[in-house]
């Protein structure tokens, strides 16, 4: 390992970024292919959609559980703290996006740390809120396709990739605590 970075387990997938020794960032369906072949390596991952962007892109979150859990509902019976981490509210802001990939793989990866918090918690992961910000040029942009900052929509909730997340995550999850991971925009 170097810089912190454990390369994955056999037979688990890397990110875009980490095959380009992070020299790229993982495009949003280079994203999609990696989560569905993260899910297909584990049992204690759920992968699903919770809505669309203006322009149409999924908008993807997982569920890790031990056991496995589809509904809020099953989460609360456990009785166990609800944790939700989401990046990329911020089109420009991906480095958070990108570390929550690999945490993904290792909440998937039985023996490591983060996965035997799942003895603990229950973790949604919303990896990426503001595709469309994320795809609109190389460097990606604050805004959504509208140039609108999707981190000021919550209270009027009028785009559908902040509405969808408040209501299918935030309101139907009810989690004990959520990281909204941001990095400036710094590339």
């Known amino acids: 390992a170097q810089d912190g970075w454990t390369p994955p387990a056999e037979g688990f997938p890397r990110t875009a970024a ?14 999609w292919s990696y989560l569905r072949e993260l899910r297909a390596q584990t049992t204690e991952m759920r992968l699903g959609t919770y809505g669309q962007t203006r322009e149409g892109r999924r908008l993807p ?25 989401a ?5 420009n802001e991906r480095t958070f996006r990108e570390g929550l990939l690999v945490l993904m793989r290792d909440l998937a990866t039985s023996g490591t740390d983060a996965n035997a918090l799942l003895d603990e918690l229950v973790v949604l992961v919303v990896p990426q809120i503001n595709p469309d910000g994320f795809e609109a040029s190389y460097r990606g942009q604050r805004g959504n396709s509208w ?5 000021r929509d919550y ?18 999850w009810r989690p004990h605590l959520f990281v909204d991971g941001h990095n400036g925009g710094s590339y």
């Open 18 to 31: 980490e095959l380009s020794d992070f020299s790229e960032y993982t495009r949003h369906e280079e994203m």
């Open 61 to 85: 979150y997982a569920i890790y559980s031990r056991p496995m859990v589809a509904n809020p509902w099953e989460a609360w019976t456990l009785e166990r703290p609800i944790l939700v981490l």
């Open 87 to 91: 990046a990329n509210v911020h089109g």
């Open 147 to 151: 140039g609108i900052d999707l981190n």
């Open 155 to 172: 209270i009027k909730l009028e785009h559908p990739s902040i509405a969808n997340y408040v209501e299918n995550v935030l309101g139907e």
